[in-house]
């Protein structure tokens, strides 16, 4: 959010909307906010739904007019909450993708290691066909690839600068709205694009990616938990989880983890995907039902892929 | 299905795995199938939880071993399903991005006779700043268009022939498996892709794109049931719902509609999702959580896009 | 919602509402009706978002305005549409309730067969300790016992004629509100009870029962597909079903559907308790997601009750 | 969690399973440890997949063997953690139950100020007939105060002592399974049942009950939000949400929120509902579903139950 209002006072001061004098003191004023300071925020959010207008009190705080003018004038909460959300849902990629090709990699190296050794292909859970540990692995590693082929698609949807102004017009500072507005998204590293402030496609597609990656995980973890069965014999994980009771036992629990958080964000999609219907030139409703699950889908994410790891890298035996 | 065994047929012919006569006479067979005798799918639908085993013999009904034997030899149920249902999806989205034009094309002629009328401007449900209809008109139209723009994307998502063989190690024809993938694939107007029987983000990507056509839909009929108020004034439609008590009303019951088919259908997504979690090589409990909900979602779909465009039509005035 | 109409006239007579021949002849008119004249209801239910309306009309037909008046006067579209509900929902109860009853007797023989046979105990999908079938049979029938005794709170839930009128006021036909409610419950053999027309409580309520029977019948279906793999080798099903490529397989496809049913259903309660956000004195976008969700949650589950029972009788081993 | 080591330690004692001096020593111990020292916990929690092995074995610490043996023996995580999360829903409902008086009572003095004020009726989006603000009072109510009574029935699904042991036989300590049980169930104030270890309709009893108390206050503030309209103008609210482009502007923040929780939590239900199918003994996957939906679903209700209040409260003018 402080990213975006240096973007925005410096787009008002290359359009000559501010003085150069009034946007230094601004951006000193931003630069110098202290973003631990949360309480300021959370007050503001409980009173006016969003944390912005407090955000920019206390920006403005000590600052004579013009200076106090050369911050946020001409954009609207959404556009400075949007625009942080595409910048930090971007960010939130790139440590997905670092995780998806760690995944990929620890694969091919269980490939290297296993990938000859016998195993009962199974459908339907029965027992269909030999084949070998490679088919299971290549059936795990080719979507975790494809869903990173997929980034620049999420990536398309969700680095769109939000820039509209109170209803959405893109009319501020008068006459130079769309210059503003394409320097702001030259600044922030974002793309310039139509207003979407009623559309949620964006974050409604990232959900998607999001829900693509934990099923994938998902399924590797299912069928590792299945493989780890007694009588199915095909794995062997080390340092997994204990039992209060029955000491002698050793619990997959990340690959259950896998599971239970592919199905906790396939439902979240469910919550998400309603903020589409946005009524009007702004619905709270809808709006914060995106901030009720998406950033629980990202962590959620996040975790599997660190637990995927993990669990890859516990394999002792794979195959017969 | 009659198509892929069509093709599958023809492929083997062209590897030379089965006879010029016989591949004839295959196809004869595949060719005179009454698809209307469903009774026999069903009640094999029954007994092995898909109607392939019945429908293959039923092909092969009548036949010599060698025609019999150019029928499916060397497919799976899952191959012949999957690719039937990337056919279909491809012909539903022929048919939705239809509606999705009618209703931009709608949009426009709105535009053009109320663009310029007087409208309040409206977030978080209070009046906000005076603007024209032209904003609400460009807000419903712009994500109708992008939705259209997406299909590349799902297409390429969902176009993909699924042929792998039972266990998804496309071997057969012994040698040959790449080769009569290929050949189906371009017999069925499909692309050649690596085998997806585990890998379910096509269906799911084709469920999220019906999930963001019916939400945009959905804001739209939540918008112009705000707008038809009492109070409001802002739209009279024509020809709408007629109520058994109250004779002097009429309710905006398609625009409801589509608020109820958007919630309808984002909330599929969430059983869709969780077919991600496929377990081993086929998953019979996964694999029909697709049957269960991709259907309703284009039906649902459809419907909301029928809707979308007698209600667009029945407009008699926009604006104050 | 024929009996509604009957019963209405019936309580329009006994509060002297209508005379005595006018509601003879109204009562024979509905009486008349043929229900399987849908076109005319499915017509209506396009324009009107219900099909009471046309429903009215028909009824009306012919009639001289007494008997016209005798029919519906004082009721409104929610009101026949609900009550209707109400009786439709018991109907299912009592055929579920005897689905849970021949599945836990089927469970009683397989006790009787098999209870002391050993097995063992698993828990997180690892051998835990050694026990015997009656285990894992005594887990199955406790939960579909204990769904039988919450059938007494569901039906409380949704027993409850829906009588309100046009704004939920019960002030029709003027004075005698009451009196009429209270017969309409009578003659339907429903309960007396408050207007419920903004609050969904009954059908969610309804909702949730189905998603714990599903739930229990998945966990059911889940664990004997376990149960059924080669290497666990604790379950033998006869008649099974068979694979179009792997004709040796016998797949466990009615266990497998049991899960997909309650995956499904668990899913639809999310949409259906959208519906409890009724605004106003009636919302047809929060009314018709009940339509969308409810009967299909129905289905599935009697469908999941049939396919448990055919399921569990065709055990042909259990235990090691 | 300790509650219930204490209580387990203190029925091993009185039957006679441990010793008098045992007893003191382990309880002393119990009492001892500081829950603030969640590190370990979460540790062990990343490693086992749940906190009680490593809370047995903090609690263990340089006891002796005798002492040592009377903490936690012949129970199992399962049984700690089930009724640990008991006696925490029951407090909750306790916390809610007192946010519903709060919000019952706040709607008599509304009654009180407000009930006779003419009000139109707004059915399917449209203006009906007159009324009075009491109607819609009423409706909102109503189904908060049954929601108060169907807690009877929520505190049956929810108290249940979880003890089941390792595999769920109660067989633990020798031949004392049943008087164990007994006397835990009474130490902590919860009911003796049979073990629910692998059905978990309790925990999802509570979800649905938490979806009707938000559903209902969504429904409040989603009519809340529609009546502080601009030309509806029915409701007037002090202390509203600022924005920060449109200073003039008085946001229903807090009727929007009550729409958001009520969706969340609606939607959470999906989730929670999939631990029904909880594989074999003891799922992990299915019950770590509960860990990731439940404590939300009761965040989001008090919060709504909070927000409600306030909402009412914050009323200046109702009605026309």
Do not use: Y
């Amino acid at each position: 959010m402080l990213a975006f209002e240096a973007a925005w006072t410096r787009a008002l001061l290359s359009t000559g909307a501010v003085t150069q004098d009034d946007a230094t003191k601004a951006l000193q004023s931003i630069e110098a906010f202290d973003p631990s300071q949360t309480d300021t925020l959370a007050e503001g959010s409980n009173r006016d739904g969003l944390p912005v207008p407090a955000l920019v009190k206390a920006l403005r705080q000590g600052l004579a007019d013009g200076p106090a003018q050369a911050i946020h004038t001409g954009a609207t909460s959404q556009d400075i909450i949007d625009s942080a959300m595409a910048l930090t849902l971007l960010a939130v990629t790139d440590k997905l993708a670092t995780g998806l090709r760690s995944a990929i990699s620890v694969l091919d190296d269980l490939r290297d290691r296993f990938g000859d050794a016998p195993m009962q292909a199974r459908t339907r859970m029965q027992v269909a066909l030999p084949a070998t540990v490679s088919l299971r692995l290549a059936a795990w590693q080719r979507p975790l690839a494809e869903h990173l082929g997929r980034l620049d698609t999420v990536s398309n949807e969700i680095s769109k600068a939000q820039i509209g102004g109170p209803i959405g017009l893109r009319d501020r500072p008068q006459g130079q709205g769309d210059a503003v507005a394409a320097e702001v998204a030259r600044l922030l590293g974002l793309t310039p694009a139509p207003v979407w402030h009623t559309d949620r496609s964006g974050p409604v597609a990232m959900g998607h990616w999001l829900t693509l990656v934990t099923g994938t995980a998902g399924k590797i973890g299912q069928d590792m938990a299945l493989m780890a069965q007694q009588g199915v014999d095909e794995l062997r994980l080390s340092g997994t989880g204990g039992s209060s009771a029955m000491p002698h036992k050793q619990n997959p629990v990340l690959a259950e983890s896998l599971v239970a958080l592919a199905r906790f964000t396939a439902t979240q999609q469910a919550a998400l995907a309603q903020a589409m219907i946005h009524e009007q030139e702004r619905s709270g409703a809808a709006w914060s039902l995106e901030w009720l699950t998406l950033p629980a889908m990202c962590e959620a994410t996040g975790t599997a892929l660190r637990h995927l790891k993990t669990l890859l890298n516990s394999v002792d035996i794979m195959g017969e």
